[in-house]
């Protein structure tokens, strides 16, 4: 069954430094999204992304961030200048279609951020 | 933007029915989904309602009143794997915005 992967599962790292997360979405799929969840609180949206274009992001989602689709498998997030509130899960979620015509969401195992 | 309010916590008894409640303040609403997450694993998705009524998948179901901008997710015979978080989830054009989740604990 297809899935959707995320490496690495956990990345620890300094204050200020820079990381990026990778994802690879199931491979028909044409949405895809980066959500986080600080531990013991709500998943919440980041980023959707459609077309090699963002189509739509929230306020957590600023100039600190970027996505990129290098390549026609992996799917990135950015995190520039790493604060110690970044620490969280990050989800990245493929879907086949838009949500108003395909409803489910695919999310990887995620990747756990320590920033020390 | 979207506002959802479910309860904290939630816990039965293997066997049991329960039913976890959503209210949702939105803006460019699509329909409800659900989620499961164990353990702060990989939410999987449950059951989607576009339109008013009841959506029944094998032990789960889930209904959606626009008019009331409510929703529930009913869980029935109740099994200890069913102990998890579930989540609401708005959908919207381009995103779906997550409530804040419930903590089920199914006992024995």
């Known amino acids: 069954e297809p899935e959707v992967t995320q490496t690495p599962s956990h990345q620890v790292t300094q204050m200020g430094q820079e990381v990026i997360l990778r994802c690879v979405p199931i491979s028909n799929h044409l949405y895809f999204y980066w959500y986080r969840q600080i531990l013991g609180q709500k998943v919440e949206f980041l980023v959707s992304f459609y077309n090699n274009e963002i189509s739509e992001k929230s306020e957590i989602f600023d100039d600190q961030f970027s996505v990129e689709r290098p390549d026609g498998s992996n799917f990135t997030l950015k995190i520039r200048s790493t604060k110690l509130e970044d620490s969280a899960m990050y989800f990245c979620?493929?879907?086949?279609?838009?949500?108003?015509?395909?409803?489910?969401?695919?999310f990887g195992p995620g990747t756990r951020l320590t920033v020390l | 933007g979207q506002s959802l309010e479910q309860p904290s916590e939630v816990t039965a008894v293997e066997g049991a029915i329960v039913q976890i409640n959503c209210t949702y303040q939105t803006s460019g609403f699509y329909g409800l989904s659900w989620y499961q997450q164990h353990d702060g694993g990989a939410p999987t998705f449950l059951s989607y309602?576009?339109?008013?009524g009841l959506e029944e998948t094998g032990r789960f179901s889930s209904f959606l009143s626009r008019s009331d901008s409510y929703g529930y997710l009913l869980l029935q015979e109740l099994q200890m794997k069913d102990s998890a978080s579930y989540f609401c989830a708005a959908s919207s054009a381009r995103q779906l915005t997550f409530g804040s989740g419930t903590q089920l604990t199914v006992l024995p």
């Open positions: 979620a493929s879907q086949a279609r838009e949500l108003a015509v395909t409803h489910e969401q695919f």
């Open positions: 309602n576009g339109l008013d």
